[in-house]
């Protein structure tokens, strides 16, 4: 033991400075919150540009590539997801990332307001908080909350609360109230056919856009 004493300081001093290397190697989670709101914007454009189908592609890209689809899916089912196998969990996940990825672009003008605010990160462990405020051209303050996990060093979006109601709790009131009447396959079922009709409306946007 008394070999190893002069080593301790050392390897302490050294783990200490690695871990400040890499905490400073990760980005504030508002400053990417405001990044990818740059990029939203800048992918919208001016006004109300009407969107061609390959510009509503880019922009679907953006608004969700920030996006946690597997923490989002898991805790909106909650205990129903233990069981899962992975391929059954691969599967759940694809079909609500396709229905919120089309819902994404349904509805735009919170994008295009002018002022968006952001309050100090709020950062405990691995999970960030941010409270955003959205300035409409009325006047309104839309109070946006989103919750961000870091993986790999990188933020990314799992819960989005606009004016307290919450993305995921959403999700859960639904899954389990369907799950409850029927079954796990039953609300799998109800999804794919939302997404299914979602594809399909989709498809006549684009069409209408391309002309």
């Known amino acids: 033991m008394t070999l190893l004493r002069p080593i301790l300081p050392t390897l302490l001093v050294s783990l200490t400075l690695y871990s400040a290397t890499i905490a400073a190697s990760i980005q504030d989670p508002a400053d990417f919150l405001k990044a990818r709101h740059d990029k939203i914007r800048e992918a919208i454009g001016a006004g109300e540009t009407i969107l061609s189908a390959d510009d509503r592609e880019r922009l679907k890209t953006v608004l969700n590539e920030a996006i946690n689809f597997i923490e989002l899916s898991r805790r909106s089912l909650g205990s129903y997801w233990t069981p899962l196998t992975a391929p059954q969990r691969v599967e759940f996940v694809g079909v609500l990332s396709d229905i919120i990825k089309m819902n994404s672009i349904k509805n735009l003008s919170i994008y295009r307001t002018t002022t968006v605010t952001y309050e100090p990160s709020q950062v405990t462990g691995n999970i960030a ?6 300035f409409t051209d009325d006047g309104s303050d839309v109070v946006v909350r989103y919750q961000l996990l870091n993986e790999g060093n990188q933020w990314k979006i799992f819960d989005i609360i606009i004016d307290d109601v919450s993305t995921i709790e959403n999700y859960q009131s639904l899954f389990n109230r369907t799950i409850s009447k029927s079954s796990y ?10 997404r299914d009709l979602l594809r399909s409306e ?10």
Do not use: D, P
Request: hydrophobic content about 40%; cysteine-free; glycine content about 12%.
């Open 129 to 134: 908080a941010i409270v955003t405020h959205v």
């Open 185 to 194: 396959a039953g609300l799998l079922k109800k999804l794919k056919t939302k």
């Open 202 to 211: 989709e498809s006549g946007t684009g069409q209408n856009a391309a002309h």
